[in-house]
């Protein structure tokens, strides 16, 4: 009987470091190709920790608005506000390191603001307000209560 080889089974954090290293990779090369290696990542991995999805979908959330397919990063947008518990759960660390460079709340209330979906769009900056990103984000919630 020949010997199989077990499979690489990696921790999130492992699997949280390669998206981020081929998203880089990716995206030097335009948002376009960084929205197909995040798109073509979800689709080849069957069991990616919600964890690291959250990333996933945060990333491309930017990559879709910047690719300017409105539709996917407000697809990208909810998923990722889907995920956020888990990585608040399971990645503490690295979801604290990464917060400066979440895209997903922003993203998802000028979405959301310019559909008219103003009561979304405050629920973004509540959420936003509540995971510490800071006075903007009161700024733009007082702004979008001034619409109503």
């Known amino acids: ?11 999130p954090e492992e ?3 390669d998206v981020f ?9 335009g948002s376009e190709n960084g929205k197909r290696y995040l798109l073509n ?3 080849k991995f069957n069991s990616i920790p919600n964890s690291v999805k959250f990333f996933i979908y945060d990333l491309l959330a930017e ?20 995920y956020l ?22 993203r998802g209330i000028s979405l ?8 979304d769009a405050l629920s973004l900056c509540d959420l936003a307000i509540g995971i510490g990103l800071g006075k903007a984000y009161a700024a733009k919630k007082a702004s979008i209560e001034k619409m109503l």
């Not at 290293?21 to 090369?29: I, K």
């Not at 518990?85 to 922003?106: G, H, K, M, V, W």
Request: overall charge negative; aromatic content about 6%.
């Open 1 to 11: 009987m020949a010997d199989r080889k077990r499979p690489i089974v990696k921790k």
């Open 15 to 17: 699997i949280l470091a």
């Open 21 to 29: 290293a081929g998203h880089s990779e990716a995206v030097s090369l």
């Open 41 to 43: 990542f979800i689709e």
């Open 63 to 82: 990559d879709a608005y910047q690719a300017d397919d409105l539709v996917l990063c407000r697809q990208a947008v909810v998923r990722a506000g889907e």
């Open 85 to 106: 518990e888990e990585a608040r759960e399971q990645a503490s660390r690295q979801l604290t390191d990464y917060l400066p460079a979440l895209r997903f709340i922003e």
């Open 112 to 119: 959301m603001a310019e559909a008219g979906e103003f009561e």
